[in-house]
């Protein structure tokens, strides 16, 4: 390839090496491919993560031409990924989960075909509810018959620049450590735009952080440094200082290499079920504030209905036409926006249930079809009331929304509304007696609920490779709130144990007030 020419041009990879590129638009990843597969040789796996900016996509591309064994001296640098400044023009690249297969080179720079997983940059303009839909792309992936079920490690993309641990950084190492189930070891540290000194003020936010990254020998994180300038173009006046960079992270991509190939795959079947629970506390706890809303508006309407029997007993005794004022519980369907993703129509709205006539994931920005939303496990919904089968929900552009309206009832139409399933006609008495049973049935289901957001809480405790997440924190709070009105002392202290262990942290607290506002805010919706 050496040529005497001295300027690096970058060019897309060429047909006859870019195989294939395919959407799964149940999980909303994509996948491409270089070269053809060899069922016969070893596979590595890594997944990168990190802040929006921090290098990813010039990294990916430095992995792709060190495989292909491009050289300082050649006239070309390709790119399998844009640049970051153009990816975050794009929504369809900057909210996707991308799987890059690198084949064919096995034996030359690299002694095994490469699986790089790039993910969506955290931190970004997106903002930080945008953030959480990260988990639900990658537990699409990780769940997938043909997606990926192990990986060799984790890259933690980090810039060198990074000289304090910041709100905004520990923000972003608790997004992404949060993702990952506790058997997690092979973390290291990618840093980029290196010039090649140890990045002390990075190795020590990540031990003050308590990152659990993999160890080297001097008993530091494990990490490799690189430059990112590979494909600037080549002048007499730059050639010396680019020579420095392509050395330093030619020599850290072989050092990656090797660390590689001594990994063993883990499995993620723990980290899927991280994010299955995650996803499922989120969801659990969205719906709940929901069908409380909703049940507390129809334990009003109940309550106005036993009080306006107490007050006109003897008018409707005299008359079953007598008519009462009652504030009735309904829910309404309310728009929601479109949205569009590169070339496909999807809705920003929700999966709902007919029957339940709840809300069961809102948003839904993930899923194509509601077959495939997280909240669906064995053809079933975890979230709705009755835990009804997909067929029986939807994934359109409106979503349910608690609300009262004013209507008249009679006696006759009250005993319709709560005694329908009843034969024959029933005294007053009876019928108070039905409303009350209402009520209580209401209250069972609320605490039913609140059950089942706590257990999710307790099972992040035992399996998450970092449980002290901004979300789980906000979810702690709403769920103390709860059990001190449901009056469950032993939940309160459980939940409250937890909220203290977060917050001795003081960098954690840091990092929870970064977002903590927004996310309040999104609960409160």
């Known amino acids: 390839m050496a040529t005497s020419d001295p300027v690096r041009i970058s060019c897309c990879l060429p047909a006859d090496i870019k195989e294939k590129e395919h959407r799964k638009c149940k999980g909303n990843y994509s996948k491409e491919t270089l070269g053809k597969k060899d069922p016969n040789k070893t596979n590595k796996t890594i997944l990168l993560v990190g802040e929006t900016g921090a290098g990813k996509s010039a990294l990916i591309n430095a992995l792709v031409n060190y495989a292909m064994e491009v050289d300082l001296e050649d006239d070309i640098w390709f790119q399998i990924v844009e640049e970051e400044e153009k990816k ?3 929504e369809s690249q900057t909210t996707d989960v991308i799987v890059y297969e690198i084949f064919g080179f096995e ?12 993910t969506p940059g955290y931190g970004g303009i997106r903002g930080i509810e945008k953030d959480a839909t990260v988990d639900q792309r990658l537990f699409h992936l990780f769940r997938s018959s043909d997606g990926v079920h192990e990986i060799n490690a984790v890259g933690l993309v980090l810039k060198a620049g990074e000289n304090r641990l910041s709100d905004r950084l520990r923000y972003i190492f608790d997004s992404v450590m949060s993702l990952f189930g506790n ?4 973390i290291v540290a990618l840093v ?4 090649g000194v140890t990045p002390e003020n990075v190795l020590e936010a990540l031990k003050d952080a308590n990152i659990k990254c993999a160890k080297n020998e001097d008993d530091e994180p494990l990490h490799f440094r690189f430059n990112n300038c590979q494909s600037t173009q080549k002048t007499k006046k730059n050639k010396a200082v680019l020579k420095a960079a392509w050395d330093l992270t030619k020599d850290q991509m072989g050092e990656l290499t090797d660390y590689l190939k001594e990994t063993s795959p883990q499995n993620l079947k723990t980290t899927v079920e991280v994010l299955d629970t995650r996803n499922g506390l989120a969801a659990c706890i969205q719906n709940l504030q929901e069908r409380m809303e909703m049940t507390e508006l129809r334990q009003r309407e109940i309550k106005q209905t036993q009080e306006a029997l107490k007050k006109y007993e003897e008018e409707m005794k005299s008359n079953e036409k007598f008519i009462v004022v009652i504030d009735e519980a309904y829910n309404d369907k309310v728009p929601v926006s479109e949205g569009r993703l590169g070339l496909w129509l999807y809705y920003n709205g929700a999966v709902t249930c007919n029957v339940c006539k709840e809300n069961c994931h809102n948003p839904c920005e993930v899923a194509w079809f509601k077959e495939y939303c997280v909240v669906m496990k064995g053809g079933r919904c ?7 089968p997909a067929s029986d929900h939807v994934k359109e552009k409106w979503i349910y929304e608690p609300k009262t309206r004013e209507v008249q009832k009679n006696l006759q139409d009250l005993k319709e509304k709560y005694e329908e399933n009843k034969a024959g006609s029933e005294s007053k008495l009876s019928l108070l007696e039905t409303l009350q049973k209402e009520m209580e049935e209401l209250q069972k289901g609320k605490d039913q609920w609140l059950e089942k957001s706590f257990k999710h809480v307790v099972k992040l405790e035992q399996i998450a490779l970092n449980v002290d997440s901004l979300s789980t924190h906000a979810y702690v709070d709403f769920l103390i709130e709860k059990m001190k009105e449901k009056g469950d002392t ?3 202290q459980i939940l409250e144990e937890i909220k203290r262990r977060m917050e001795k942290d003081e960098g954690l607290k840091d ?5 903590y506002g927004k996310l309040k805010a999104a609960l409160k919706k």
């Open 490 to 492: 032993e939940k309160v």
């Open 107 to 118: 034996g030359k720079t690299l002694p095994y075909s490469l699986t790089i997983i790039d």
């Open 382 to 388: 975890t979230v709705c009331t009755g835990n009804c």
């Open 192 to 195: 980029t735009h290196s010039d």
């Open 511 to 515: 990092a929870l007030w970064y977002g």
């Open 88 to 90: 975050r023009q794009s």
């Open 183 to 186: 058997d997690m070891k092979n």
